[in-house]
């Protein structure tokens, strides 16, 4: 029998993909950090230079990170675009979309001094269009704002659904699912913004679901951009019921028979020795 896995010979992946970039982030990243997990942080280059902020329906201010603080805060983690103002693109001309992603790509390459593929869409709205303007601007994926609730992982990369919103109310069952699914490449991913952990009181139940995920070994924590690029190469395999052949660039996992291989890029095992 052979099984797909992840980088490592790990069963499942997790990422969190938050957006906007905010004061929260702080707390935040030092949260992921302390479980050793990955995330995705959607910024908008054009709202960092004054320090942009505004205030949340619970009273709770909402403030933007500068340039310098977004520089040394993301260490380790992927740093995505999600426009350059975060304004709404319905209604928009692909010229003002294009200007709006281009520019932050560019923008967010400059700052961080790293190529940056993938693309968060502002609120709900999606289309067409915007769809082939972030393929258009070089993004290798779009996360769009729509939950998958499922461990199943997409496989249209420009209408990424992240797996459950962290305001959900299944998101905690959904943890307990995920930790005990037997999915072939489970993959759980929670989107939201660190300031809904101020306004809806969430910091400890996001800290509680980190500490059951960390906890477990064949869970891998990944950013978006790596669990994507490693199921692109894992669309690029020929396996048989005799052999798996890895005709992509990176270094591919399976199980096979319980036992685990690492297939080097552009090799073959044979599996019925």
Sequence with gaps: MIRKLYPFGKAKAFNITYDDGVLQDVRFVELLNKYNLKGTFNL??????????????????????????????????????????????????????LYEMKEDKRNLESLFQREIKGFAVPFEYYSELIENCAKNSGFEYARISEESLSFKPQTDYHRWKATVFHLDDSLEKLTQDFISTEEELALFQIVGHSYDLDTENLWDKIENIFRKVSSKKDILPMTTIEIIDYLKAMGEVEITDSHIVNNSVQSLWFSVNGTIYEVSPESRINCDS
């Design 44 to 97: 908008n280059s054009g709202l960092m230079k004054n320090e942009f902020e505004w205030i949340h329906e619970s009273g709770c201010v909402v403030k933007r990170l500068n340039k310098e603080k977004v520089l040394s805060l993301y260490t380790g983690h992927e740093i995505a675009s999600h426009t350059l103002t975060h304004t709404y693109l319905e209604g928009k001309s692909e010229p003002e979309i």
